[in-house]
């Protein structure tokens, strides 16, 4: 078994190199180049961006903190702290052609979020992280924040990571993500026999205990596109030689 883990996460990098090119939040398929360069810009707008990443499709959450600049006319937190409120915020956000599908509980999350960081962060987003590059306590912070659930809290910390290229230590408390098509993929092939975050997690840290989190894109992107809920492709999945319910444990590697 062990050699098994250990091939199949060779494979899983492999194809995260490849896949994070079209799947990565700043990739060309998921925003226009200023809404990419304005995240780059400012850590301010990742946190809003993911704040925002909830019950709508990503590229919709994270094109929010610039489309947010534009109405306010600036993207300043201390002057939003100053001259908005939440209800000001959500007549902002759901100005036709609305900015998010719940503009009411995102002004409310956002505006929080933004005095959180003036108070306590100095207004810069960025000293959550800036002398603590634990990935553990990066994530703990970012869960204060409301509307930032513990798995979200792990996404972003995720996402600073592999996508923004920010170096944090202590990546293997990173937990692979509790996504559907992860799920979905676990069972089907045989690394899990149980469809809880836990055993989907534990599972995770025996293929890659250095940083589970990183198994997320490339288990994805196959959920996604080839291990389908019906009329799985497997004949085409990058996977499929590490299936144990399509080839018997230990066959061919």
């Known amino acids: 078994?062990?050699?098994?883990?250990?091939?199949?996460?060779?494979?899983?990098?492999?194809v995260a190199k490849e896949v994070i090119k079209?799947?990565?939040?700043?990739?060309?398929?998921?925003?226009e180049r200023e809404e990419r360069?304005?995240?780059?810009?400012?850590?301010?707008?990742?946190?809003?961006?993911?704040i925002s990443d909830q019950s709508v499709k990503a590229e919709m959450a994270w094109r929010l903190p610039y489309s947010l600049s534009k109405r306010l006319g600036y993207f300043d937190f201390d002057r939003i702290v100053k001259e908005q409120s939440v209800e000001?915020?959500?007549?902002?956000?759901?100005?036709?052609?609305?900015?998010?599908?719940y503009p009411k509980k995102m002004a409310e999350y956002i505006f929080f979020a933004i005095k959180k960081v003036v108070e306590e962060y100095d207004s810069k987003v960025e000293n959550i992280w800036k002398n603590d590059l634990d990935a553990e306590?990066?994530?703990?912070?970012?869960?204060?924040f409301?509307?930032?659930?513990?798995?979200?809290?792990a996404l972003g910390t995720l996402l600073l990571v592999r996508d923004f290229g920010v170096t944090l230590n202590n990546l293997s408390c990173i937990d692979i993500a509790y996504d559907v098509h992860v799920r979905r993929i676990?069972?089907?092939?045989?690394?899990t026999e149980k469809d809880n975050i836990k055993d989907v997690t534990a599972s995770a840290k025996k293929i890659c205990n250095e940083f589970p989190g990183s198994l997320t894109l490339?288990?994805?992107?196959?959920g996604r596109e080839y291990c389908r809920p019906t009329n799985p492709n497997c004949e085409e999945c990058y996977l499929s030689r590490f299936c144990m319910k399509k080839t018997e444990l230990g066959k061919d590697l």
């Not at 078994?1 to 492999?14: D, G």
């Open 137 to 144: 306590h990066v994530a703990d912070k970012l869960e204060e």
């Open 22 to 31: 079209d799947n990565s939040i700043l990739s060309d398929n998921m925003l």
């Open 186 to 191: 676990f069972l089907r092939m045989g690394l």
């Open 37 to 50: 360069d304005f995240l780059l810009s400012d850590w301010n707008a990742f946190l809003i961006g993911l």
């Open 218 to 222: 490339p288990f994805w992107v196959a």
């Open 88 to 101: 000001s915020l959500e007549t902002i956000i759901k100005e036709k052609p609305a900015l998010h599908r």
């Open 146 to 153: 409301k509307g930032i659930s513990h798995k979200k809290a």
């Open 1 to 14: 078994m062990e050699k098994y883990y250990e091939q199949l996460n060779t494979k899983c990098k492999e």
